[in-house]
């Protein structure tokens, strides 16, 4: 079965502070996919990176940099230099590739930066 | 290139009434799936089509069904509203592949059910 775990429910920084956002997940499977989605108060899900099970290298775009580690099976999202904008709630996902898009997303941690 | 378009944005309903969500993909998405998000249980998968055919299903009673046309659009049923049917019902399209299973979303309707 899968699953994800993103066990910080809030997080509050004041801005210009780095700040990390949690995420592990389970899953049998040996190929699958992992994405971080920011939701913003509007509602809609914003799509922001996603990795396959057979690239571990990190990914860096702008001030967003994501760490895939399959040995403590961990997908952590870390934004520097926040910025207010940055506030929202953040879902880490899962989808197993025998499944389609059957997404499995954690139960999101909410951003807020402070000015 | 439009996103994906759900209609409508909010709605108001009563216990065992039913509705009918509409959701127009990216074009050139064959792919649409369903997701219900709530406070309590967080964003949980319904099901998704691809060319007109079901896909996937995720563990939700038989009162919620969808369905997909030949130009992809896709709606979704709920029957029998019940009070725990409000929540928030997100849209998503994508590639259809595994390899583009990178899926966009709309921005919801908000159903409430009274």
């Known amino acids: 079965a899968q699953k994800v775990t993103q066990a910080q429910t809030e997080i509050s920084v004041v801005e210009k502070e780095d700040v990390t956002l949690d995420c592990v997940y389970e899953?049998?499977?040996?190929?699958?996919?992992l994405f971080w989605y920011k939701q913003p108060p509007s509602g809609e899900l914003v799509f922001l990176i996603r990795?396959?099970?057979?690239?571990?290298q990190n990914e860096i775009s702008g001030r967003y940099s994501w760490n895939f580690q399959k040995s403590t099976s961990s997908f952590n999202f870390t934004i520097t230099a926040s910025q207010v904008v940055d506030s929202a709630v953040y879902f880490c996902a899962l989808s197993e590739a025998a499944n389609n898009n059957d997404m499995r997303f954690g139960a999101g941690t909410r951003l807020t930066v402070k000015p | 290139k439009a996103g994906v378009t759900q209609t409508p944005r909010y709605l108001i309903k009563t216990r065992g009434q039913q509705v009918t969500l509409s959701c127009s993909p990216i074009?050139?998405?064959?792919?649409v799936s369903w997701y219900q998000q709530t406070p309590g249980q967080g964003l949980q998968f319904l099901f998704e089509y691809f060319s007109e055919t079901q896909r996937n299903k995720g563990n939700f009673p038989g009162r919620f069904s969808g369905r997909q046309f030949s130009n992809s659009r896709s709606e979704m049923n709920v029957s029998t509203l019940e009070l725990g049917d409000s929540a928030l019902y997100l849209c998503?399209?994508?590639?259809?592949?595994?390899?583009?299973?990178?899926?966009?979303f709309g921005a919801g309707t908000r159903l409430s059910v009274l």
């Open positions: 899953t049998r499977d040996t190929t699958y996919y």
């Open positions: 074009s050139g998405h064959r792919s």
């Open positions: 990795r396959n099970s057979f690239d571990e």
């Open positions: 998503a399209s994508s590639g259809g592949t595994a390899a583009k299973n990178i899926q966009y």
